[in-house]
């Protein structure tokens, strides 16, 4: 009896690079009016979010009437074991040098799937008193959620399948992809 193996491929794509940049236009017109003449602080989650907070902070800094300043900043807050698996509660891996006291804050993750991520993220920051505290997701799971958790601004719906591309892996493969894909196991012999 041989020993078989799987192996990671891209399979469909679910999102293009363009429906990417035209979610995220629309995701900065939306904070931008809400944060008009405010300052904000984009509080990216690493490391899936990293692509996603860059090119909404660009998307949001072109809007004319935005806030009124920007400062961007990163959290690596991670729950993976070993070979990508999801399991175990979040925790910080780095926190943040920006103060969150008394600064409108904007949690920017890359997905919302079981939820576990953000509502520990959401309730870390919340005890640093934010003058206001929001999130904002690129893809959201709903079908894999574990109770409720707070997403103030959504971007896209994904169907419940491993996705990967614009930031999200696996095994810390696949982040560079422009579009959003569907990860398909083949096995090898």
Known sequence: MTQTECRAAVGRVIYTSDEISGAIERLAAE???????????LLGVLKG????TVDL???IAGKADGPSEMMVDYIVAERYGSGGSTGGEP????????????TNVLIVDDIVDNGRTLRFVRALLAQRAPASLRSCVLFDKPARR????????????VPDVFVIGYGLDYK???RNLPYLAELREEKAV
């Open 146 to 157: 574990e109770g409720a958790v707070p997403v103030d601004y959504r971007g896209m719906e």
């Open 49 to 52: 979010a990293l692509c996603f």
């Open 57 to 59: 902070a660009r998307a």
């Open 172 to 174: 810390e493969e696949y």
């Open 91 to 102: 925790r910080v891996r780095m926190d943040c040098k920006l103060a969150v006291a008394s």
């Open 31 to 41: 904070i931008a009016a809400d944060y008009r003449r405010k300052p904000l602080l």
